[in-house]
């Protein structure tokens, strides 16, 4: 994970900053009413109404930070844009408020209508008709990303996804073609074009959480659309996360696991990328709550406590505590890992607003003690 371009909101004693810087088809359950926090909520976790007040201290910075992004023809900027987009997806998912969603299609939007053809583009090594984003930032020369793209597109299909779960959404002429365009776009131009031009350099991967971006974009595709290339994808993808998976050398209840396929080597995965398995995991529908119970007892591992903050899943080496983007999705599997997140103070929007998901979940489940 590269930070340094990340726009992040930091909350601190009250006040905010700006940084810049499964095999088969599955049913989607409707997403349920809005839900009417009670007293009792209070008592166990904070409600997603506490989170939603968080999340909107830096409404007006975000949308100011991201639209640019969005309108950018370098995927770069994309991949940096994820973040954002996960955290609309998780505050419509969690409120069911439509000016989320506004936002999340109005970025993904913007991304696609800046796709061009790979065969006009200099730097490219394909030269074919698939549309695409080539990338000359972050050190790169002008080629198509495979890695950016997969980036920003786990989120942007889980922006689909989000919107068949709700039936208010899909009863709306014009959502719906909007979801019809995003859809056909990215089984055509994001999971078709890096599937044909050779999936195991550009789909199976090299490390664990590259691969696992994929697994969650094939994941969000095959609910929507069936397909077997989506199938197999998400089959391989999780047997091969599955045999990286070992027990913990200083915590037996925790997973311990390392990047590198078919290595378990200390220090294991960096708990920065580490974040990229762990929001495939918690969305995949095909790991156990036995398994969502060993990666929350990494937690612990990764955070001691405080702002001690492990760079790996053996609890080795120093880093930021940057946990938005998979960890703190661990929340909606237990109270009892969500009241720990609580206490984490490195928090910026998509923290905040996936705190909210994990609190809707929990109440919707009857798990709030």
Not at 301 to 314: H, L, M, Q, S, T
């Amino acid at each position: 994970m590269k930070l340094s371009r990340r726009a992040v909101i930091l909350l601190a004693a009250g006040s905010v900053t700006a940084a810049c810087g499964s095999a088969g088809p599955e049913h989607v359950p409707p997403m349920p009413e809005p839900i009417r926090e009670s007293p009792a909520t209070e008592a166990g976790i904070k409600p997603v109404s506490h989170w939603a007040g968080v999340f909107g201290q830096g409404w007006d910075f975000q949308y100011g930070s991201s639209l640019p992004q969005s309108r950018s023809g370098d995927s770069w900027d994309h991949y940096n844009l994820s973040y954002t987009l996960d955290a609309l997806v998780a505050m419509f998912r969690a409120t069911r408020e439509r000016r989320y969603l506004d936002r999340a299609l109005e970025f993904a939007e913007n991304v696609m209508a800046a796709a061009v053809p790979s065969k006009s583009l200099a730097g490219s090594r394909f030269k074919d008709g698939y549309l695409g984003w080539p990338s000359s930032m972050n050190g790169e020369d002008g080629d198509e990303i495979p890695l950016y793209e997969s980036y920003f597109w786990r989120y942007a299909t889980g922006l689909l996804a989000a919107m068949r779960e709700s039936a208010m959404v899909m009863a709306d002429r014009g959502y719906q073609a909007r979801f019809d365009r995003l859809l056909a776009f990215a089984g055509t131009n994001v999971f078709t074009k890096w599937y044909e031009r050779g999936a195991d350099d550009f789909v199976y991967r090299e490390r664990t959480h590259m691969a696992a971006h994929w697994a969650l974009i094939a994941r969000h595709l095959d609910v929507l659309t069936p397909d077997a290339r989506y199938q197999a994808v998400r089959t391989e993808i999780d047997r091969r996360l599955r045999d990286q998976m070992r027990r913990s050398p200083v915590e037996p209840t925790a997973y311990f696991w390392s990047d590198v396929w078919g290595s378990a080597k200390r220090p294991g995965q960096d708990v920065g990328h580490g974040n990229g398995v762990m929001a495939y995991v918690v969305e995949s529908r095909s790991w156990t709550a036995a398994d969502l119970a060993a990666f929350s007892a990494v937690l612990p591992v990764i955070w001691p406590g405080g702002r001690d903050y492990r760079a790996y899943v053996d609890g080795t080496g120093s880093d930021n505590g940057w946990l938005a983007d998979g960890f703190v999705k661990l929340g909606r599997s237990s109270p009892s890992v969500q009241r720990r997140l609580e206490d984490h103070q490195v928090v910026n929007d998509q923290f905040a607003a996936n705190m909210a998901l994990n609190a809707r979940i929990l109440h919707a489940e009857g798990m709030t003690r």
